[in-house]
């Protein structure tokens, strides 16, 4: 049995092993089934799988089973929904987001829950990146050493440099001032330094904002400004290495009340902690 496979438009199809581009005067042949990643290179069309196991085709001869790709289109303003970084491609989805980047071997997907305005994919120095508005902020998505730096407040793009003044978007309106390096895919900090956008951190008055407020500032490894939501002894007794050691890493905070609260590394729960508020301080973490 042999498979070929039809398209209206240019695309590239990605097999596990090679990749093919076709367009409406050329097809696939394969021998085997397989499932197949098909990207469009003309504007307005978003990628597909095509199951070849699973789809209905037109037998033809008892020989050959037919497939025609198709695509669905979207309305996009002009942006480029799927751009070719030297064999790597960078694709962007429609609402909700989804910014994929992928090659013959690898994909890395990045679903944005950010209402984005205007994005539209570019290249920093060879990087895969993501451009756009957020409310009043830039809007900044970079893929690079396999993983995806998001940025939101001022950004400046120079040739292979990102400099940046990053909002935080928590309690205390804690800010970043960043300098990255870009080379291709790759990137280094130059300075990551952080600062307060108020000039100085906001403090809630509700005990539940507090104790969010005090595992962002652990978040941020802002223990100075932790140690403000604790009461004097613990105040006293505890050290940056007794945060770092109690809660270790994370970048993700889901209140289940005042008190209860879940962190999260990477999507990955590392545990429920119990905050005790007495009079506006924390008295005992557990």
Known sequence: MKYLIF???????????QNFEIDENSYLELDSPEDLLIYP?????????????K????????????????????????????????????????????FTISDSSSCYTYKIFDDIQNPEIISINGAPA???????????????????????????????????????????????KLEIEINGTKSKFISNELLYLKNKP?????????????????????????????????????????????????????AICNEKFILFEKNTPKGVFELKNINGKIVDVT
């Open 7 to 17: 398209s209206k438009i240019n695309c590239l199809i990605k097999t596990k092993e």
């Open 41 to 53: 290179l003309e504007k307005h069309y978003l990628p597909t799988i095509l199951k070849l196991k």
């Open 55 to 98: 789809e209905n085709a037109t037998k033809m001869f008892d020989e050959y089973k037919i497939y025609q790709i198709d695509f669905q289109m979207i309305h996009s303003n002009g942006q480029y929904l799927i751009k070719n970084f030297n064999g790597r491609y960078a694709t962007l989805s429609v609402k909700p987001y989804v």
């Open 130 to 176: 993501l451009q756009g508005t957020l409310n009043d902020d830039d809007y900044l998505l970079v893929f690079s050493n396999n993983d995806f730096i998001k940025i939101i407040g001022d950004i400046e793009i120079e040739k292979n440099k990102i400099i940046a003044i990053e909002k935080c978007l928590n309690i205390a309106k804690h800010g970043r």
């Open 202 to 254: 906001i403090i809630p008055k509700n005990t539940g904002a507090k104790n969010f407020a005090f595992l962002q500032a652990i978040m941020y490894k802002d223990y100075d400004l932790a140690r403000t939501f604790l009461n004097e002894n613990l105040s006293k007794k505890l050290s940056d290495e007794h945060f770092l050691k109690f809660f270790g890493s994370f970048d993700n905070i889901i």
